[in-house]
């Protein structure tokens, strides 16, 4: 399974060569410029649905219903919205 990463801060998920397959990234612009770069970037690689955990504070909600609400906007099936449950941080999208 293919995942992405907004502003991974966890320690454990640093290592590429456990977790091959999984994009990591670190941006502070505003949400909107995020939910239209990642859906450009889902596009690019053909991720037509995705799954979406993220950290259950006010900051993390507020970009993730932004990033949610764009990838509506471009026909992006978003098939589950979690907050995490663990000592993760951050958001993660992963490809159905």
Known sequence: ???LSLQLCSEPLYDSISYSTFAR???HVENQKIGKG???LLQKFNWTQVAVLYENSSDYI???DVVVQEFVKQDIVV???KP???DLYGIFF???
Request: with cysteine; proline share 0%; glycine share 0%.
């Open 1 to 3: 399974m293919d995942f």
């Open 25 to 27: 990234t670190k941006v």
């Open 38 to 40: 990642l859906v450009k």
């Open 62 to 64: 507020t970009i993730k």
């Open 79 to 81: 098939r589950m919205e």
């Open 84 to 86: 995490l449950l663990t």
């Open 94 to 96: 992963c490809y159905y």
